[in-house]
T-cell receptor
């Protein structure tokens, strides 16, 4: 099956610093990548949708200047949390899909971000 | 406004018995529904899906039923196994939004041996 990786799996950073999370599709070309955030015991909340070579589309309430998304190639998307604060601590998950016909998204293992 | 609802936060089932996980939705524009399984500290993995033109889809021990008039779907696992213990997310796709998915809050399934 399709494999999506994320790096790092766990990161701890100081308040005010920026953190970059990578999402890679290892065995397929992802035309679309999604970034989700999950708080404890809650659902996955879609943050943004990115298509290769174009600007990401952010969901309502998500600050695009704080959560920078770059989808530079068909196998790599990055999420940068800028000037991180403790309230940004969360589990960030990416997913990747190609076209519409497959109707599924393949998820990465997630990245646990802790901001001190 | 929560468009996809999983009203049972948890479910406990004896090994070998049937597990039934429920999901309700409010948006009639959803045209595709999926179930994902998630273990702690891992990303969700796709389990089974169903198109809105069908009312049942079966894959091994897993069967998804869709009742469009009631805006309700359910996932049946039979027989349940201890390895099925995980969080199960119901997701729905709005037909006008490509591959965007709307997730429910999840149901924790515990299968006791």
């Amino acid at each position: 099956g399709a494999v999506v990786s994320q790096h790092p799996s766990w990161v701890i950073c100081k308040s005010g610093t920026s953190v970059k999370i990578e999402c890679r599709s290892l065995d397929f070309q992802a035309t679309t990548m999604f970034w989700y955030r999950q708080f404890p015991k809650q659902s996955l909340m879609l943050m943004a949708t990115s298509n290769e070579g174009s600007k990401a589309t952010y969901e309502q309430g998500v600050e695009k200047d704080k959560f920078l998304i770059n989808h530079a190639s068909l196998t790599l998307s990055t999420l940068t949390v800028t000037s991180a604060h403790p309230e940004d601590s969360s589990f960030y998950i990416c997913s990747a899909s190609w076209g519409r016909s497959t109707d599924t998204q393949y998820f990465g293992p997630g990245t646990r971000l802790t901001v001190l | 406004d929560q468009q996809v609802k999983q009203n049972s936060p948890s479910l406990s089932v004896q090994e070998g018995r049937i597990s039934i996980l429920n999901c309700d939705y409010t948006n009639s524009m959803f045209d595709y529904f999926l179930w994902y399984k998630k273990y702690p500290a891992e990303g969700p993995t796709f389990l089974i899906s169903i198109s809105s033109i069908k009312d049942k889809n079966e894959d091994g021990r897993f069967t998804v039923f869709l009742n469009k008039s009631a805006k309700h779907l359910s996932l049946h696992i039979v027989p349940s196994q201890p390895g099925d213990s995980a969080v199960y997310f119901c997701a729905a796709r709005p037909m006008e939004y490509g591959n965007k998915l709307v997730f429910g809050a999840g149901t924790i399934l515990r299968v006791k041996s």
